[in-house]
C-alpha cells in the first residue's frame, strides 16, 4: 500500500491564503487605525464603504507581498541545497577540459591520501566520492542533460535509464499524468461550483507552465529566457549562481500556484456584493424615465384638482363668462407656482434641464442660455 506524505509545503501555502492572510488583514486595520486616526475621532465602522475600502487595499497588499515571498523561498531553497556546477566550482556551460582540470585541483585539496593530519579521513571520503559522482554527471552526455531539465531526483526516479531519450521518455510520462489529474481536479470542482474565481487563469497558467516545461526537457539547448536574459542579468549584479533549467522549471510552478491562489482571492474584492446591489446613478436613463414618468402622473392628478376647484370657484360666474375666463386662468397660475413648482421631483426635473441646455456655462451666471 502506498505511502501518502503531505508535506508542510503543501498545506502551509493553502492555510496562509486562505485563513491567515485575511485574520492577519483585520490586525493590521486595527493597527493602522489606532495610528492614523485620533483618539476621539470616528473610525469607520465594519461593513461601511470606506472600512470596506480599506480592508481592500490592506489584503492586496499582503496578499502581493505573500506571493513575492513564495517566489523568493523556493529560490532560497534551490540556492541552499546547491548543485553539481557549484559544488564542482565550474560554470553552467563548462566543457570537458574544464571538468578534468578543475577537478585536479579538487583531488589536490579533498583526497582522502593528501589532507591533513587532523582531519576527519572518513568524512574526507565521503566527500571526495560525492564530488566524482558529481564530476561523473557532468561528463556524461545523458546525465548532464537530465540533471540540467529534471534536477538529482531524477537519477532515483529513473534508475534504468541510460540514454537521452530514456530520460525523455520517463520524464514526460510524469508531467502528462501530472497535469493530467490537475486539469481533471480543476475541471471536476469548477462542476462542484468551486474555484471559479480565476478560473481561465488558472488554466491559461497551468497550459503554459506545461507547456514552458515539455519544450525544455525536449529541446537540446537551455531556454532562450534562460541564457539570455535571466543568467547573464544575474551574474552582473552577482546576486546568485546561474539558474538551470530545473530550477528554473521550479520557481515557474510554484509563482503559477501562488499566481492562481492571489488572482482567486482578489477578484471577490472586486465584486458587487448580490446581497448589497449597486444603486443605479441619478443621472441614468433608467432613472430620467422613471423620473418622467411620476412627474406626468404628478401633473395629470394636479390637472384633475384644479379643474374640480375651478369648477366649484366658477359657480358664482356661471352668467359671466368673462370673469369666469380670469378667474380659471388665476387659479392656474397659482396652482403651477405654488403647488407644482414646489414638489421635489418637479424641481429636479426644472434643474436637470436647464443643466443639459447651459453644460458651459460659469458658476453662478444669469439667464437661460
Not at 125 to 141: C, E, G, N, T, W
Not at 180 to 196: H, S
Request: include cysteine.
Amino acid at each position: 500500500m502506498a505511502k501518502t506524505n503531505i508535506s508542510w509545503d503543501t498545506v502551509g501555502p493553502f492555510l496562509v491564503w486562505q485563513f491567515l492572510i485575511p485574520l492577519a488583514a483585520g490586525w493590521v486595520q486595527t493597527v493602522l487605525y489606532s495610528i492614523f486616526i485620533r483618539a476621539g475621532d470616528p473610525k469607520p465602522q465594519p461593513g461601511s464603504p470606506r472600512f470596506v475600502k480599506h480592508r481592500r487595499y490592506i489584503l492586496i497588499a499582503i496578499y502581493f507581498a505573500y506571493f513575492a515571498f513564495t517566489i523568493y523561498e523556493v529560490d532560497f531553497n534551490l540556492q541552499r541545497s546547491s548543485n553539481a556546477y557549484n559544488e564542482l566550482g565550474v560554470p553552467i556551460n563548462v566543457d570537458e577540459n574544464g571538468i578534468n582540470s578543475r577537478f585536479r585541483k579538487l583531488t589536490v585539496k579533498y583526497h582522502p591520501d593528501k589532507i591533513g593530519a587532523g582531519m576527519d579521513r572518513e568524512l574526507a571520503s565521503q566527500y571526495f566520492v560525492h564530488l566524482k559522482a558529481m564530476r561523473d554527471i557532468v561528463l556524461d552526455p545523458a546525465k548532464r542533460f537530465a540533471y540540467d531539465r529534471f534536477g538529482p531526483e531524477i537519477f532515483g526516479q529513473c534508475q534504468n535509464c541510460i540514454t537521452v531519450k530514456d530520460y525523455v521518455d520517463s520524464s514526460l510520462t510524469t508531467a502528462a499524468t501530472t497535469y493530467g489529474a490537475l486539469f481533471i481536479v480543476l475541471i471536476g470542482a469548477n462542476a462542484l461550483g468551486f474555484l471559479k474565481d480565476g478560473g481561465y487563469w488558472r488554466y491559461l497558467g497551468l497550459l503554459a507552465v506545461a507547456m514552458f516545461e515539455v519544450r525544455t526537457v525536449t529541446r537540446p539547448d537551455h531556454p532562450l529566457f534562460l541564457t539570455q536574459y535571466l543568467n547573464p542579468f544575474m551574474a552582473s549584479l552577482n546576486l546568485r549562481p546561474a539558474y538551470l533549467p530545473f530550477q528554473l522549471i521550479a520557481i515557474i510552478k510554484k509563482a503559477s500556484i501562488s499566481a492562481a491562489q492571489f488572482l482567486g482571492l482578489l477578484m471577490p474584492l472586486y465584486r458587487d456584493d448580490p446581497q448589497r446591489p449597486s444603486k443605479p446613478s441619478d443621472d441614468s436613463e433608467d432613472a430620467r424615465h422613471k423620473q418622467l414618468d411620476r412627474l406626468s402622473a404628478f401633473v395629470a392628478e394636479s390637472n384633475k384638482d384644479a379643474n374640480r376647484l375651478l369648477e366649484l370657484e366658477s359657480i358664482p360666474y356661471r352668467d359671466n363668462e368673462k370673469a369666469k375666463s380670469e378667474l380659471r386662468e388665476a387659479l392656474k397660475k397659482y396652482m403651477v407656482q405654488n403647488v407644482v413648482h414646489q414638489e421635489k421631483d418637479v424641481r429636479n426635473a426644472i434643474g436637470q434641464s436647464m443643466a443639459r441646455r447651459r453644460p458651459n456655462a460659469p458658476h453662478g451666471a444669469q439667464g437661460t442660455k
